[in-house]
């Protein structure tokens, strides 16, 4: 008897315990599907952090941002009424492009050109900007990467605004508060629309009256200084500076200097080094370094999204100094007519966290009001019904990612703590973070304010800022096909909700 009803019992015990593994996978992949519309304050895993400022929030509703009486819509959070400064029109589209003699490929263009017009303010400046969608195709919009715009004008789909649809418009107001560089990019499927070229740079210039962070030496250059906005952007395996391949040259007598706008559009690291010269890393993602020292033989690697602004001087015996871009392509600094030749890229790089000589922060990060864990991760699972090893956010994947809850005003410190295995350029919108520390050693120089913070495998930063620009900013990995796989989380004011919807059939894709 036993011998017969065995192999039926086996069968049930291997049913069972197939169904014991099978039945768990299958929620888990019914659980990991996005829905096909969702609002970002729905999904997130919302984290008050640790700090005096979390008790206030006791008993606050959580999702949804508070009760609707109370609530500012994301589209309230606008600039001041009346006559922009600056006003023009930006026009995207798909077309082909030239980017050497007969060599073409399809990209998007602004105005007709990849990179777009520079749009140029002066600190201070109310800028009005028209973005219309002639022809590219899935709907399109302007972030101002690096600028603290109104959350209102933040150009992110799905949290922000809709994106706009080929035929659409809408319009972006912001003042342009600080002066430096910066880039605008479409913030709609965007690990495409950037790749393909729909971005510009962004150059305020400061206010007359500003005092420059250089000292009195830089100033004295900077008087002369001939302005270069290079902006760098791969299409395909092509390195292009301001559209152009190759090098880039700047006219300047012996003696003169070029401050050098370094933009990096692409996914990864750009290393940028000086040959024939030294030079002065003037400013970092749009703020002045404190007391930056001439240096030589050194790289300045610059994180995906990020700026660094070089000044660099022409030789006296009138040879060329050559701002290398990655290697393949440089902007060269000299008379007319000057040669020169690519060098190596020295093996010593540039440590912001040295550079420079401290200042006051305007904050003060050992009393914060509240403390965030930024823990990136990769771990087998399901993302959106896709089996695999996906990045994860203090353990969560999209969407369930983490909803930073603070207030306005909030002295705000958060540890960044990358354990996934690769690096990751950090982007936290409409806020500038000040490095504290990196793996527990203290910043010992100019102050360190970047919105784009390149932190390798292994890294821990520790980083502060003020909440001061309410909003629901995206707070998330600048390699952007990172970002399409989920490596994003959001920054939420308390009370700020959104009217727009992401989702497979919303029409709005950020990443
Ligand atoms: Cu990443």
């Known amino acids: 008897m036993t011998a017969e009803r065995s192999p039926v019992v086996r069968r049930v015990v291997a049913g069972l315990v197939a169904a014991a593994v099978v039945v768990p996978l299958v929620l888990l992949w019914q659980t990991s599907r996005a829905p096909g519309r969702f609002s970002v304050t729905e999904t997130g895993a919302f984290e008050r952090g640790s700090g005096p400022r979390t008790a206030t929030l006791e008993g606050h509703a959580g999702h949804g941002g508070g009760n609707a009486a109370t609530a500012t819509s994301v589209d309230a959070l606008v600039a001041p009424t009346g006559p922009a400064d600056v006003a023009l029109t ?18 998007y263009t602004v105005n007709g050109t990849t990179p777009g017009p520079t749009v140029r303010a002066v600190q201070g400046d109310l800028v009005e900007v028209t973005f219309v969608n002639e022809s590219v195709p899935g709907g399109a919009t302007l972030h101002w990467h690096g600028m603290d715009v109104p959350n209102a004008a933040d150009g992110v ?65 900077l008087d002369d200084a001939v302005d270069v906005p290079a902006l ?71 994180p995906a999204g990020g700026r660094a602004d070089l000044l660099v001087v022409a030789p006296a015996d009138g040879a060329a100094a050559r701002v290398e871009l990655g290697g393949s392509s440089a902007v060269v600094v000299g008379p007319d007519g000057a040669t020169s030749s690519p060098t190596r890229r020295p093996t010593a790089t540039l440590d912001l966290l040295t550079y420079g000589t401290p200042a006051p922060l305007g904050l003060d990060p050992a009393a914060p009001d509240r403390s965030f864990d930024y823990v990136i991760g990769r771990a087998p699972g399901f993302l959106d019904g896709k089996p695999g090893m996906h ?27 990358n354990r996934s295995g690769t690096p990751h350029p950090m982007h936290l919108h409409g806020h500038h973070v000040v490095v504290l520390s990196r793996d527990g050693v203290a910043a010992s120089g100019s102050p360190w304010w970047t919105d784009s913070l390149e932190v390798a495998d292994g890294e821990v930063y520790d980083v502060a800022f003020v909440a001061d620009n309410p909003g629901i900013w995206m707070d998330h990995c600048h390699n952007l096909p990172h970002a399409t796989e989920g490596l994003v989380a959001h920054l939420m004011y308390t009370g700020v909700t959104t009217p727009y919807l992401l989702g497979h059939d919303s029409g709005n894709v950020p990443e």
Not at 167 to 190: I, N
Not at 198 to 218: K, N, Q, R, S, Y
Not at 269 to 296: I, N, Y
């Open 90 to 107: 930006l026009t995207a589209r798909a077309e082909r492009v030239e980017l050497a003699p007969g060599v073409t490929t399809d990209a």
């Open 232 to 302: 760098v952007h791969r299409y395909g395996a092509r390195r292009t500076v301001q559209g152009t391949t190759g090098d880039l040259p700047v006219a300047v007598p012996p003696g003169t200097a070029a401050r050098v706008r370094v933009i990096n559009t692409d996914n990864g690291v750009l290393p940028v080094w000086v040959g024939g010269a030294g030079f002065r890393l003037l400013a970092v993602d749009g703020t002045d370094v404190h007391d930056p020292p001439e240096v030589r033989d050194r790289a300045v690697v610059v």
């Open 391 to 417: 990045w994860t956010v203090n353990g969560h994947t999209y969407p369930d990612v983490p909803m930073f809850e603070v207030a306005r005003g909030d002295v705000v410190r958060m540890r960044i703590d």
């Open 157 to 221: 789909a799905g949290v922000t605004q809709d994106a706009v649809s080929v035929g659409g418009s809408h319009t972006y107001r912001f003042v342009a508060d600080d002066a430096g560089t910066y880039w605008y990019h479409s913030h709609q499927v965007s690990h495409e629309q950037v790749r393909k070229g729909l971005l510009g740079a962004v150059v305020v210039a400061p206010a007359d009256d500003a005092p420059t962070a250089g000292g009195p030496e830089v100033a004295r250059l």
